[in-house]
């Protein structure tokens, strides 16, 4: 019989970082949504209309693998947007490494953007220079636990030494 238990791992809802660290992650959820549904079910991909790509001035064969690419772009956003949100409502001790993930994935994007320039500039060149650092600021309060969670370790470790003494 099949049990989703096999596939998904108990609810780990125990978060110790910061609350805007929590937060951050809901937008981010949003904000891979958006994406992913742009670019999978827009009619240019968002390459044109969100970009400023001019596919006009493409062959048609250049505009469909652009606009295609565009899709592929999108299924890997929706993707991410359902792990984001898997972690928002129900593996929340994930935070930290779901941004890492985040930090990583900006850090290849913006060396991609100079490596790899496009013909224009998309509003996601523009934001990773306000995105990257945010994230990085961001997973560190991830990491960093509460001071409630702190004297409570402490407290725990106390007890725990007094114990085996």
């Known amino acids: 019989m099949f049990s989703w238990s096999t596939i998904l791992p108990a609810t780990r809802n125990d978060?110790?970082?910061?609350?805007?660290?929590?937060?951050?992650?809901?937008?981010?959820?949003?904000?891979?949504?958006?994406?992913?549904?742009?670019?999978y079910f827009a009619a240019d991909g968002g390459s044109g209309i969100i970009a400023g790509i001019p596919l006009e001035t493409y062959p048609a064969g250049a505009v469909q693998t652009i606009i295609n690419h565009a899709g592929v772009f999108g299924i890997g956003h929706l993707i991410e947007?359902?792990?984001?949100?898997f972690v928002v409502f129900r593996y929340r001790s994930l935070i930290p490494f779901l941004l890492s993930i985040v930090l990583v994935t900006q850090v290849l994007g913006t060396f991609l953007f100079f490596w790899k320039p496009l013909p224009?500039?998309?509003?996601?060149?523009v934001g990773i220079y306000i995105t990257l650092p945010l994230t990085f600021?961001?997973?560190?309060l991830s990491i960093k636990?509460?001071?409630s969670q702190t004297a409570s370790d402490s407290t725990l470790t106390k007890r725990t030494t007094k114990e085996i003494a």
């Open 81 to 85: 947007a359902s792990l984001t949100w």
């Open 120 to 125: 224009v500039i998309p509003p996601g060149q």
């Open 15 to 39: 978060y110790d970082g910061s609350p805007l660290a929590f937060y951050f992650v809901c937008i981010l959820a949003l904000i891979f949504t958006f994406r992913g549904c742009v670019h």
């Open 145 to 147: 636990k509460s001071a």
């Open 137 to 140: 600021v961001i997973f560190l």
